[in-house]
């Protein structure tokens, strides 16, 4: 579907973006390039009527922090990536998909629904095990993983570009 | 509620609730076109206000998970996400 207000050469433009920022982080993107487009037109599509870059194959709120766990790429992204071969949009895939030796199949919605969804932001912090002395806390992003010890976390996360505010206090 | 219509073969009341940026939800709808079969689908993300509401509640009675596509059969068949056997099967052909 096409959209009003998106044009090819912005979708083009992101396509490459995202494509490389994933190729970067160890990440493979569909290579069906014209479902991916799809996608990645309904991912601007999103980000025009909502301010930020929801996910295209769930419903948005409009309140950023209410779909904070649903901004692309989202935190649903690289559960579904073990277990199925690919996230739930399937936009990213497993290498096994990437090379065309399975097909991506459909996928639960690993987001809880709405009922159980929190209201506000999550806090972000975790429990921690036993009382720990550190020079520095450790700070987890939430999309990949990716674990550093520093005051606080980066702007952007240097493996899967996810911004500051997906991070969480891991230690 | 705002539902399209797409002509064809009657296999019952079939309806999809779809997304308009889903990849999956295109996949389903195409599909459908290609078997021939007449449905109603509505794209619930282009909604606003109370009607969206009644939409997303409709589609939790059904498929509690809230997501989407959700095509639903009669009232009572419910497939949820892009499964092209099971619709292959459900609407027999
Ligand atoms: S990573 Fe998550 S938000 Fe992005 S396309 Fe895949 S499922 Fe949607």
């Given at each position: 579907?096409?959209?009003?207000?998106?044009?090819?050469?912005?979708v083009d433009r992101l396509y490459r973006v995202l494509k490389q920022e994933a190729e970067d982080g160890g990440y493979r993107f569909n290579p069906d390039s014209d479902f991916t487009k799809n996608l990645i037109?309904?991912?601007?599509?999103n980000e025009q009527r909502y301010?930020?870059?929801?996910?295209?194959?769930?419903l948005a709120s409009g309140k950023s922090a209410e779909d904070l766990d649903i901004v692309c790429p989202c935190d649903y992204r690289d559960?579904?990536?073990s277990e199925y071969g690919a996230c739930y949009c399937a936009l990213y895939v497993s290498d096994a998909v990437a090379e065309g030796k399975q097909q991506p199949p459909p996928i639960p919605d690993r987001r809880p629904p709405r009922s159980e969804r929190r209201k506000e932001a999550v806090v972000h912090t975790v429990a921690t095990g036993p009382v720990m002395t550190l020079p520095l806390p450790v700070w987890r992003c939430r999309v990949c993983g990716y674990l550093c010890a520093r005051n606080q976390p980066p702007d952007t996360c240097?493996?899967?570009?996810v911004k500051k505010d997906r991070f969480e206090r891991f230690i | 509620m705002a539902t399209e219509h797409v002509d064809g073969t009657n296999r019952g009341n079939v309806v999809l609730y779809a997304l308009s940026t889903c990849g999956w939800c295109g996949?389903?709808?195409e599909l459908l076109r290609q078997m021939g079969v007449a449905?109603?689908?509505?794209?619930?993300?282009?909604?606003?206000g109370s009607e969206q509401d009644d939409a997303i509640t409709q589609v939790e009675k059904f498929n509690p998970q809230g997501s989407f596509p959700t095509l639903v059969i009669d009232d009572r068949k419910v497939i949820v996400g892009f499964r092209e056997q099971e619709i292959r099967e459900a609407l027999g052909s």
């Amino acid at each position: 579907m096409s959209f009003t207000g998106v044009s090819e050469s912005d979708v083009d433009r992101l396509y490459r973006v995202l494509k490389q920022e994933a190729e970067d982080g160890g990440y493979r993107f569909n290579p069906d390039s014209d479902f991916t487009k799809n996608l990645i037109r309904g991912i601007l599509k999103n980000e025009q009527r909502y301010g930020y870059r929801a996910c295209p194959c769930r419903l948005a709120s409009g309140k950023s922090a209410e779909d904070l766990d649903i901004v692309c790429p989202c935190d649903y992204r690289d559960p579904d990536l073990s277990e199925y071969g690919a996230c739930y949009c399937a936009l990213y895939v497993s290498d096994a998909v990437a090379e065309g030796k399975q097909q991506p199949p459909p996928i639960p919605d690993r987001r809880p629904p709405r009922s159980e969804r929190r209201k506000e932001a999550v806090v972000h912090t975790v429990a921690t095990g036993p009382v720990m002395t550190l020079p520095l806390p450790v700070w987890r992003c939430r999309v990949c993983g990716y674990l550093c010890a520093r005051n606080q976390p980066p702007d952007t996360c240097p493996i899967c570009k996810v911004k500051k505010d997906r991070f969480e206090r891991f230690i | 509620m705002a539902t399209e219509h797409v002509d064809g073969t009657n296999r019952g009341n079939v309806v999809l609730y779809a997304l308009s940026t889903c990849g999956w939800c295109g996949k389903t709808k195409e599909l459908l076109r290609q078997m021939g079969v007449a449905f109603d689908f509505v794209y619930v993300d282009l909604l606003e206000g109370s009607e969206q509401d009644d939409a997303i509640t409709q589609v939790e009675k059904f498929n509690p998970q809230g997501s989407f596509p959700t095509l639903v059969i009669d009232d009572r068949k419910v497939i949820v996400g892009f499964r092209e056997q099971e619709i292959r099967e459900a609407l027999g052909s």
